[in-house]
């Protein structure tokens, strides 16, 4: 039984570390999803499959009869699905700002875009890495663009 | 159970969670920060007293027994640990008071700021593997949130950068925990040091290796370290000096506690590695700092070059060279982050940090040369400064081991940051000011008074050795018999 879940495992790590290496960043969040869900499942067959058997303690007893699931690696797995998901989220909304205030999701893309002051709308169908046509005003299009200074390229000490 | 192994971690926490509530008070915010870390500042001291008095503390959570229960545990590597972080805790927390512009402070900085700090913590005090990763993960999305906080287009350039490739550092390491578990069992990191014994040598090396991947991606080894040049140089100066002191070293400590207490069955192997790897990180690191040109920039650079002295110490695995690499580490750790200090106060006095715009800060800022002179020769291994014992030390173990050509090159990269460091001193604070250079403000107190503080625990560290050097070797000698922790989790001296 943990055979042909261990290849799914396989193929499904494969198939992410495809898509992280490419250049898109939503491709790599993409990619990152696969291969977190990958993991997670080989840590649930790490814990050995048992099939029918559930792990409940009966009355008067101890612990589970044996032979029963191990009860341990869902619980890790619970664990890891929610803190994965919380990053996963913060990665889709670092990749939707940076989209909205550099005006790309690619990776060579980014470096030659700091110095370039041409925000994005947010409705801007125009794909990424097009060049805009009409410089907008700053800040006038981008919605909440944090707190001040921050369109200058060095904002360390972006004090108002 | 004892509540001192756990108060440097619940105190921060709980107070995050007030600090979130006092959002609409900044005032308020900033001193309950202060207050916060200097708490945590004594609760941590008061535990290295009672590790230094009465041996390794453990103590479960729930009631449940070790292995069962998520077990805590303070030995002096990890006492010491949460010491130096709860003083670079209250050294930022005062920076930031001057340094945080009150944008940031509306959208959280102080809350995540003592998340942050409770992660580390508990990264560094828990002893079962699956709650390190936890801790992994709390101190990685506050730091995360930190970096990007305010949305500078530099900040998201390096954010994306550093959140990717920590993404997937995370994932190797939770990949590495679930083969961990399927070949032993337990994730008990105690109970995980004997099973790892009986099991079969070349899958634990395999596993020696995946997490050697994940931890080292944290701590910025060769040829891992990419992001963080490339990251560290855009928050704001508090933050990116309490990330370049104690984050990377979060990953070296991981690295410490599973190359002494777990993977120590094929030493000749995965210490030989690590020995290839420090070589290669002390001198890309040095190299690649002598190629920039922003204070910044070169500091974040010498990180990388410093992680190789630590690594090359855990490498060599006697005594004497992990005393060197702890020693090195608590060094690193105060001067580092003291570095990024004055690069903050010099872009405070002068308007930029790059070196190329700034200049003549000695004759009209004094007092700041010296702030930079202090741990900057203590960075490069100046005598009797504290780098200069961490070095010596660090060395001595190479020769005692006949490691010649680690040594050479430890030695070499000595003077190549020596070169890093003359070039900011020459040209930020003796060259003559650049044309139309304005010195703006005064430095504010609250940005000078951490400055001076971390500046004396360098030349204390350097002048009053002794205390220091015995902390050290005491942790040593608890990592170099693994027996003590796994019989202060396991057996009967564990919780009174």
């Known amino acids: 039984m943990e055979a042909p879940v261990a290849l799914t495992v396989g193929i499904v790590f494969g198939a992410g570390v495809y898509l992280v290496l490419q250049r898109n960043l939503l491709r790599f969040v993409f990619g990152l999803i696969l291969i977190s869900g990958a993991v997670n499942v080989s840590i649930f067959v790490a814990g050995r499959l048992t099939r029918g058997a559930s792990p409940f303690v009966p009355e008067g007893a101890v612990a589970p009869p044996a032979g029963s699931a191990n009860a341990l690696p869902q619980a890790l797995i619970l664990t890891a699905i929610v803190i994965g998901f919380g990053l996963t989220v913060f990665a889709i909304v670092l990749l939707l700002r940076t989209y909205e205030r550099l005006g790309t999701v690619r990776t060579d893309e980014l470096p030659e875009r700091l110095d370039d002051p041409r925000p994005v709308d947010r409705n801007g169908d125009a794909p990424a890495g097009a060049p805009r046509p009409r410089p907008m005003p700053q800040g006038g299009t981008v919605p909440r663009t944090g707190p001040s200074g921050t369109d200058a390229r060095d904002d360390g000490e972006g004090a108002p | ?496």
Not at chain 2, 44 to 52: D, G, I, K, P, Q
Not at chain 2, 180 to 191: C, H, V
Not at chain 2, 399 to 424: D, H, N, P
Not at chain 2, 427 to 454: I, K, N
């Open chain 2, 1 to 496: 159970m004892s509540w001192l192994v756990i108060a440097p971690i619940l105190l921060p926490l709980a107070a995050s969670a007030v600090a979130f509530v006092l959002h609409r008070r900044p005032a308020l915010q900033r001193g309950w920060a202060l207050a916060t870390t200097a708490a945590t500042l004594a609760a941590s001291l008061a535990l290295l007293a009672e590790v230094s008095r009465g041996g390794i503390v453990a103590t479960t959570l729930g009631g449940w027994p070790a292995p069962f229960g998520i077990t805590f545990v303070a030995d002096h590597l990890s006492a010491i640990l949460v010491v130096v972080g709860a003083v670079m805790a209250l050294a930022t927390a005062a920076y930031a008071l001057a340094d945080v512009d009150a944008g940031r402070e509306g959208l959280g900085y102080h809350p995540l700021f003592l998340v942050l700090v409770a992660g580390v913590h508990g990264a560094f005090l828990t002893g079962d593997l699956f709650n390190l990763y936890v801790w992994f993960e709390v101190l990685l999305i506050a730091s995360f949130a930190l970096l990007t906080l305010g949305s500078g287009r530099a900040q998201l350039e390096g954010g994306v950068k550093y959140v990717a490739v920590n993404l997937v550092s995370s994932l190797f390491f939770l990949a590495a925990i679930g083969l961990t578990y399927g070949l032993t069992g337990t994730l008990n990191m105690a109970d995980l040091a004997g099973a790892l014994r009986d099991a079969p040598p070349n899958l634990v090396t395999l596993l020696a290796m995946l997490f050697l991947v994940a931890f080292g991606i944290k701590a910025a080894i060769f040829p891992l370290f990419f992001w963080l040049p490339a990251s560290y140089h855009t928050p704001p100066t508090a933050v990116a000096a309490y990330f370049a002191g104690m984050l990377t070293k979060v990953g070296v400590y991981a690295l410490l506690r599973a190359f002494t207490l777990l993977f120590t069955g094929d030493v000749a192997w995965t210490h030989g590695v690590l020995a290839v790897l420090a070589g290669f990180t002390m001198v890309v690191g040095v190299l690649g700092a002598a190629a920039q040109n922003e204070m910044r920039r070169i500091l974040a650079f010498h990180i990388v070059s410093q992680i190789g002295y630590m690594i090359l110490g855990l490498a060599l695995y006697t005594p004497l060279a992990l005393a060197g690499a702890l020693f090195y580490l608590v060094h690193n750790v105060v001067a580092k982050a003291n570095l990024f200090f004055v690069a903050g106060l010099v872009r405070r006095v002068a308007g930029s940090s790059d070196l190329d715009a700034v200049g003549g800060l000695y004759r009209h800022r004094p007092w700041l040369a010296i702030g930079f002179l202090v741990p900057a020769f203590a960075l490069a291994g100046f005598p009797p400064l504290s780098g200069f014992w961490a070095k010596l030390l660090v060395v001595l173990a190479g020769l005692e081991a006949g490691a010649w050509l680690l040594v050479v090159l430890a030695l070499g990269t000595g003077l190549l940051t020596l070169y890093s460091m003359t070039k900011i001193w020459q040209r930020a604070f003796w060259a003559p000011a650049p044309e139309g250079l304005e010195l703006r403000r005064d430095a504010p107190a609250a940005m000078v008074v951490p400055v001076a503080a971390l500046a004396g625990v360098t030349i204390l560290m350097g002048v009053a050795v002794e205390p220091f050097l015995a902390l050290a070797q005491a942790a040593a000698a608890e990592m170099m018999d693994p027996a003590r922790y796994v019989a202060a989790v396991l057996g009967e001296g564990g919780t009174p």
